[in-house]
């Protein structure tokens, strides 16, 4: 969809803040991935002889109250907090796409009985909603991407809707239905491909707020489990020392900020990107 | 678009199967609920088509035409099923088409193919031209085989070079778009194409080119077509004959020698006389022009419904809706007092 559109790449470069915030999120990756070969390895190592070290070459980012190295802890929490947000995002649109669509689609009172039940879900706040479903299946890694990620179907189902009706009426899929197409196959071949690029736009955006919404569940242990290293997690085990040690919250407390920011960045540069309106026919 | 030449299609013999109708539409009428409710039926209605009949003759072109809000995009729509009729027939092959499910459909869909209005709308714009074209032969299971060497044929037929063929729409010009169009209403090679307007959207430049393809589209592959249109000079041009809608009902029908050689209908006539270089032929008869607006097909006159405008209108036109009466000509009015 960009490759064909290169002024699209082009409005996305020229949006610096949306660059950089690339940038950064492709940097980050690439080293929560090579984290272990780039890290002095275990980010679990206990080094009680060297409790809440500030700054230095040995622990760039000092180190924990059980002497825990806290940039190895950060990167290898990099991986847990992309994939529970990741996750998140894609088990909320696994959900919310194949009711969206369906429910755009046929219309109707069938249409309307599936709004009136995301209206219903919407009505809880979405955090609330995650934090009672990790009550019902439990804390860990998993259970974060099923209890986040279904927070977000109900405002998903609402963006794939949207634009599955702002399609529906165009003429060519009243020409595919001219043609013989099935009702699927327009759906697959016609409305989805026409309807993704806001989609994959607010997506970008909904892994900015998984990722704090699963930070959250780790602040409050309701998460990802000690002594694995999360983000969230990360700030809650740091709670005691904040004014003995305030690097151990403040450096994952940056990290889940500037990430987010990150995220809510490409978004926006997204949109602007593939904004229809800017786009030259 | 008056520098196209009429074809002397009289001089043709005109055999059996060319007499022969391929569509045949009877008292097709289209009513759409304009206050939608969820529950309960809906009170206010558009009689976007009323009563609608025509014959569409093998090899022949018939047009509809009328201003704008008329009903000719709904009559098309509901021909190739697009829409369900609220009543009325819809005869191809002899089979009533008019209430059949969406499975049956396919066979319809197969015969009765659809130009639309607005090129620039009307393709996908994230399918290249060989999506466009390759998808009525897979949803209607051609061999694999069969695919490239139909579409190089039908490039060729529309007049575009195979080079283009992995393009995206927007990359063409409206002309060029129209013809990727037609060439996937082609492509299955149906009985019958309905154009809506083919050429309203197009510059003026483009529109004769098109109107000579379509002509030369029909001559070479014997399609049966039914050509909406607003331009009479084209319609003149190309029809075998015409049927005139005004507010979703005939007001005249005839081969189209007869409607345009001898107009019944006041309607006709003043359509007729606001095209220049065909008035001037009918110099005898000044420039007839039509008072107000169209009024609203949610509300439209009682009786005859043109009279509102209508310079000859009588008494009886508000009480009594005119027949429509035919003679020997095949030559049909729905007027009190006709020409
Ligand atoms: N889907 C629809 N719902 C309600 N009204 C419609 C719909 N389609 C067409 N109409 C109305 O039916 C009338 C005829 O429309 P149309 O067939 O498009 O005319 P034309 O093609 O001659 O301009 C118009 O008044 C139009 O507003
Ligand atoms: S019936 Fe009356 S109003 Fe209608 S066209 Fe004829 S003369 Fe005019
Ligand atoms: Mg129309």
Sequence with gaps: MIAENSPAIERFKANKASAISLVYLLVLTTMALLAPSITSGDPNQLDLGQVLEGFSGEHIFGTDHLGRDIATRILYGTRLSLLSGVGAVCFGLAIALPIGLFSGFVG????TIVQRFVDALFAFPAFLMALALVAVLGAGLTNVIVAVGASTVPPMIRLVRSGVLSVKSEDYIENARSVGCSS?????????PNTLGPIIVQATVYIGATIIAAAGLGFLGLGVQPP?????????????????????LTVPGLFIFVTVLAFNYVG???????DPKTTKQ | MNHISSQEKGFRVVTDEEMREVLRVEGLTKHFAIDKRLFGQPRKWVQAVDNVTFGVRGRGTLAIVGE??????????TIARLLKPSSGRILFDGNDIAQIDERSLRGVRKEIQMVFQNPNAS??????????????LIVHQWPKEEHRPRIEELLETVGLPHSYVDRYPHEFSGGQRQRIAIARALAIRPKVIIFDEPVSALDVSVQAQIIQLLDRIQADTGLASIFISHDLSVVRAISDDVVVLYLGKVMEAGPSRELFGSPRHPYTQALISAVPKMHKRKSQDARIVLKGDLP?????????????RCWKAQDICATKAPELEGDAKRHFVACHFPN
Excluded at chain 1, 108 to 111: E, Q
Excluded at chain 2, 68 to 77: D, F, P
Excluded at chain 2, 296 to 308: E, H, V
């Design chain 1, 108 to 111: 109707g009172v069938t249409d």
């Design chain 1, 184 to 192: 699927s196959r327009i759906i697959i071949r016609h409305i989805l």
């Design chain 1, 228 to 248: 694995a290293a999360e983000w969230g997690a990360m700030l809650g085990e740091g709670r005691d020392y904040i004014f003995t040690a305030p690097h151990v």
């Design chain 1, 268 to 274: 926006d540069g997204l949109r602007d990107a593939l």
């Design chain 2, 68 to 77: 704008s809000g008329s009903g000719k995009t709904t009559v098309g729509r």
């Design chain 2, 123 to 136: 393709l996908n714009p994230r399918m290249t031209v060989r999506q466009l074209l390759c998808e009525p």
């Design chain 2, 296 to 308: 609203s097909p949610a509300n439209p006159p009682s009786g005859c419904r043109f009279r509102t």
